[in-house]
């Protein structure tokens, strides 16, 4: 055996262990990890060193600016006056620079609210919680399950917070959905299932059409319960970023799986039809589509109707998501291995039910990350309408900027307002990374 | 074998076959789709044109050909407010791709830099590079370009401040490396400026880029035929570097005993510079964008002491346009053909102004010299010479490449990533050392995954450079999009032009994407 004339040709083999002995203090503890982390080679020492000088820079000058910043003045020169008295005093040291939060605490509720009625603050506030309520069955599985009820009801309950008015308004209109189900339940036995599909979308449609508006006339004469009617036109700041966010991911998401699956499909019309839909709204960018909804939207409506440009911006800013979601949903399609389809086929399935129990939940979950990103993105977007006159928290900062009280001021807003936008964003990102690591049941 | 005995099924056709037989249904499907689309689509034709009766308008892009009216700050293209509406989109379409491509150069930098950076092994420095990528792409564009413009209006000195104070002959500010003035109304930074015949310098490049192909193909064979290798870059840089300075030498060699002469208007024959500046007071001369002629002239009007003002223009065509309009007085033309200049430009001119070619004479100089910005003596404080960089420009340049370079990062990343580990063991089984195996191995599977992302973050850039309206930047949405259309009311053809153009961009920068994607395609089975 090789081992053994091996064993033979040895000529000193130990035949006792070596006692333990601590690593080399170069490679153990903080210092192995320094000299592997910060200083394998020159040019990372060289790199290490550049950061450090660069983040003590950057400490340096920031961090003095922004703990000891005036909370407390009525305007910017009003700041620089505490801030010299305080220099003369000497309780702050000579060339002390601070930043002005004053402008904050000035101007919040504007930059929050926008002229939102004061004393209706929490309204907004109650929407906001009644979203969240209605979207955490979504988005977490702890949630009870009979939430999604809830969730069902939310968006009227939101409408109604927001804009308040009568309460029947978006009562009649949430039973134009019951109704559709009803339709389709029922309707199924006596006429058939494709006559109740399609009337399950006629008959909703007819009815907010020409029922509604009476009825809930008729029932709010009767029993007039409501809360205040604010216009979109006092929405503004934040909540208005919000607001169109948030339509706008909920609505284009279904929409953009639509297009998707329109954009695969083999029925030459419908395929085309979505491809054009896409392309156009890709290839022109959001801002001139938001032109388009406050200049020209009038044109292609029937002559007289004026509706809000708040609507129309949401419109607008759904369907260019939507486009951007068929793309990165139809990446997730194109992904899927050709055999999952035909398994579908073979199992017997028709075409939506495939799509519903085999296809999307396999291909949304490729696309995750492409749909929180185009969620992000549309939520930066939500700051272009300052240019079609909604005020948004990026308008107000001009609108504050150019009065005469805080002119000459940029930090102090620019950091308020980027990092609400950074806080809302890198959630969603977060979230979509621990979605993904949630469902990755492909990986052992 | 129940099947034989089922009845064969009848071939009449029933009318519920349209729905639920798979080989009608399709066809079903499409023609109601169809019929619903052109539903939809002349439902919006009609109210269109039933607003457009009712508004008392009608499509007409003639608007196009009527004179514009404003001016344009920026521009790359001569330009004033007489010329027409089309020529002021065709501006700022020309700003739009200026931003673009200045955009696209700075965020493949900075975001190939942040992108390797990030996988540094470095920990300090790949923290950095994500708080980098995350601050950046977690924060609206607009916020972005909107804090640059601020710090760059509000927070740089004024161009007064670069001015001697009269007593101590201090200035408040300086300029960076005595050459680039950064103030609040604007960045100034040199400029080369050529003698005539400078297209030498361009086919001197070409010829050199030609040699340099020429030398890499025969260092590739010789590697193939022997294997042996030969140095590359250093002989390419030695021919790039010896074509210049040849050109260099041959255009100087000319263009240094090249005598210009100035023509004026309304100067009388035979004057010399010094009458015609006693005669005219403050002459507005003519300077021609990037001439050395121009910049030798305003050289010996400076070293003369003769008062006059710099107004700049875009080549021999436009200045005689100026010259014509009286919007200049004096001009430097070479001195051959000088005479004849004159008696061409005379009947141009208003009334009976005259012009002559004056006795003084002008050398034009080296082939390339550096037009260094300055601030003006007298008067308003600005700056005058290099090229001005507005700030509307440095603020859209720098914050859509800031945020464009953290998407940039987050493609090369992942690019980078996707290339197996296995792929660099194998080349290191093979004895490739690290910066060939990067070359060689690494880079152009990486590339395959890096580009078409690349690409479309390109797009994303120039798309996003309509946001110019925030910052005054005089881009096509902002000229065609913007103020013709609310000069002239053409809403519906400002706007479909406008689209048109961002559409047909994108559609050809795809295209050309598509077809990169099927060239580097891995070739399978």
Redesign the interface.
């Known amino acids: 055996m090789a081992s053994d004339t091996h064993a033979q040709t040895v000529a000193y083999v130990r035949d006792t262990m070596i006692p333990e002995a601590e690593p080399p203090a170069m490679e153990s503890g903080a210092i192995k990890w320094l000299r592997?982390?910060?200083f394998?080679s020159t040019l990372?020492a060289v790199?290490?060193v550049l950061?450090?000088l660069?983040?003590y820079w950057a400490v340096t000058h920031t961090v003095e600016w922004l703990v000891f910043g005036i909370w407390d003045a009525g305007s910017l020169s009003e700041c620089r006056e505490i801030r010299d008295m305080r220099i003369a005093e000497g309780i702050w040291p000579e060339g002390r620079n601070v930043a002005c939060w004053a402008v904050l605490s000035d101007r919040w509720n504007q930059l929050l609210f926008g002229f939102y009625p004061q004393d209706l603050y929490w309204r907004p506030v109650a929407a906001l919680v009644v979203f969240f309520i209605g979207v955490a069955p979504i988005l977490f599985d702890s949630v009870p399950r009979k939430l999604f009820y809830f969730t069902a009801l939310a968006p009227f309950i939101c409408y109604w917070l927001l804009w308040g008015g009568t309460i029947w308004g978006p009562i009649f209109v949430a039973l134009g959905f019951v109704l559709a189900w009803a339709v389709i339940r029922f309707g199924q036995g006596i006429v058939g299932p494709?006559a109740a599909t399609i009337a399950a979308f006629v008959v909703p449609i007819l009815y907010w059409i020409f029922v509604v508006g009476p009825l809930a006339g008729a029932v709010g004469a009767v029993a007039p319960i409501g809360i205040e009617f604010v216009e979109s036109n006092d929405f503004g700041g934040f909540m208005l970023a919000f607001i169109i966010g948030i339509t706008g991911i909920v609505m284009s998401f279904p929409l953009g799986i639509l297009l998707a699956l329109g954009r695969q499909s083999?029925?030459?019309?419908?395929n085309k039809?979505c491809v054009i839909f896409i392309?156009?709204i890709?290839?022109?960018?959001?801002?001139?589509w938001l032109?388009?909804a406050s200049?020209?939207l009038?044109?292609?409506?029937?002559?007289g109707t004026n509706f809000d440009l708040l609507l129309r911006v949401i419109i607008m800013v759904t369907f260019f998501a939507s486009a951007y979601m068929a793309e990165v949903i139809r990446g997730g399609l194109a992904a899927l291995p050709r055999g999952q389809y035909e398994g579908a086929d073979s199992l017997g399935l028709d075409y939506w039910q495939s799509m519903q129990l085999i296809i999307l939940p396999q291909a949304l979950k490729i696309s995750i990350p492409g749909i929180v990103n185009t969620f992000?993105g549309l939520f930066?977007?939500t700051?272009?309408v300052?240019?079609v006159g909604l005020s948004d928290p990026?308008g107000f900062?001009?609108l504050i900027r150019a009065t005469t009280d805080w002119n000459?001021i940029?930090?102090e807003l620019?950091i308020f307002?980027?990092a609400l936008?950074?806080v809302c964003?890198?959630a969603m990102?977060r979230y979509s990374q621990y979605l993904e690591r949630k469902l990755a049941t492909d990986r052992r | 074998m129940s099947t034989l005995t089922d009845p064969p099924p009848s071939e009449s056709f029933r009318l519920s076959q349209l729905?639920y037989d798979t080989r009608y249904r399709?066809l079903t499907?499409?023609v109601v789709?169809?019929m619903l689309?052109m539903l939809g689509l002349s439902w919006?034709v009609s109210?269109?044109v039933?607003?457009?009766q009712?508004l008392g308008k009608d499509i007409d892009f003639g608007f196009l050909g009527q004179p514009a009216g404003y001016d344009i700050g920026q521009r790359l293209v001569p330009y004033d407010s007489q010329a027409t509406h089309a020529r002021a989109a065709f501006v700022g379409i020309l700003n739009t791709l200026l931003v673009a491509v200045l955009g696209c150069a700075l965020a493949t930098v900075l975001g190939v830099t942040v992108g390797v950076?990030r996988l540094?092994?470095?920990?300090?420095?790949a923290r950095?590079m994500s708080v980098y990528v995350?601050?950046f792409?977690?924060?609206?564009?607009?916020?972005w370009i909107?804090?640059v413009f601020?710090?760059f209006s509000?927070g740089l000195p004024h161009p007064s401040t670069f001015r001697p104070d009269a007593e101590t002959g201090q200035a408040e500010s300086t300029m960076l490396f005595g050459s680039i003035a950064m103030t609040r109304q604007g960045s100034f930074i040199p400029r080369l400026v050529y003698a005539d015949g400078a297209i030498l310098f361009v086919i001197a490049i070409v010829l050199a880029l030609i040699g340099i192909w020429a030398l890499r193909r025969m260092a590739h064979r010789r590697q193939d035929a022997t294997g042996e290798t030969m140095p590359v870059l250093i002989p390419s840089v030695a021919i790039l570097l010896s074509a210049l300075i040849a050109a260099n030498l041959i255009i100087s060699a000319g263009s240094r005993s090249n005598e210009l002469s100035l023509v004026a208007v309304g100067a009388e024959d035979g004057m010399s510079l010094a009458e015609f500046s006693g005669a005219a007071g403050r002459i507005d001369f003519c300077r021609i964008r990037g001439s050395g002629g121009s910049f030798s002239t305003q050289n010996l009007l400076d070293e003369r002491e003769i008062s006059y003002r710099a107004r700049e223009f875009f080549g021999d065509r436009d200045s005689a346009r100026g010259l014509a309009r009286g919007e200049c007085v004096m001009i430097a033309v070479p001195a051959s053909e000088a005479a004849a200049f004159a008696a061409e430009l005379t009947p141009e001119l208003r009334g009976d102004a005259v012009a002559v070619v004056l006795s003084d004479t002008v050398l034009e100089g080296p082939a390339v010299q550096v037009e260094v910005p300055e601030i003006t003596e007298s008067g308003i404080a600005r700056f005058e010479g290099g090229i001005p960089l507005r700030n509307p420009l440095i603020a859209l340049w720098l914050a859509l490449s800031l945020y464009t370079s953290a998407f940039i990062a987050e493609n090369v990343r992942s690019g980078i990533l996707a290339v197996s580990r296995g792929q660099t063991e194998a080349a290191f089984a093979l004895g490739l050392r690290p910066n060939r195996t990067m070359s060689l191995v690494i880079l152009p599977q990486a590339l395959r995954v890096i580009v078409p992302p690349l690409i479309s973050q390109y797009l994303n850039l120039t798309?996003?450079s309509?946001?110019a309206?925030?910052v005054g930047y005089m881009d096509v949405?902002s000229t065609l999009?913007g103020i013709t259309?609310n000069q002239t009311g053409r809403?519906?053809e400002g706007?479909l032009l406008?689209?048109g153009f961002?559409?047909v961009?994108?559609?050809i920068i795809s295209g050309a994407m598509n077809v990169y994607n099927q060239s580097i395609k891995l070739k399978e089975r």
């Not at chain 1, 083999?266 to 419908?270: N, Q």
């Not at chain 1, 009038?298 to 002559?303: A, E, G, K, V």
């Not at chain 2, 540094?120 to 420095?125: A, G, L, Q």
């Open positions: 592997e982390n910060l394998s990372n790199l290490t950061s450090i660069a983040i494709l083999d029925l030459f019309i419908i039809t392309e156009v890709r290839g022109v960018p959001l801002i001139v032109f388009t200049l020209l009038n044109y292609f409506l029937p002559p992000i930066k977007d700051t272009l300052v240019f990026i900062t001009n000459g940029y930090w620019f307002v980027g936008f950074f964003c890198f990102s | 729905i399709s499907i499409q789709a169809f689309i919006l109210n269109t039933q607003n457009l009712a950076l540094s092994k470095n920990w300090i420095v950095l995350e601050g792409r977690n924060i609206p564009t607009l916020l909107l804090l601020a710090i509000e798309k996003n309509s946001l309206l925030a949405r999009g259309i809403e519906l706007m406008l689209g961002y559409l961009t994108s559609l």
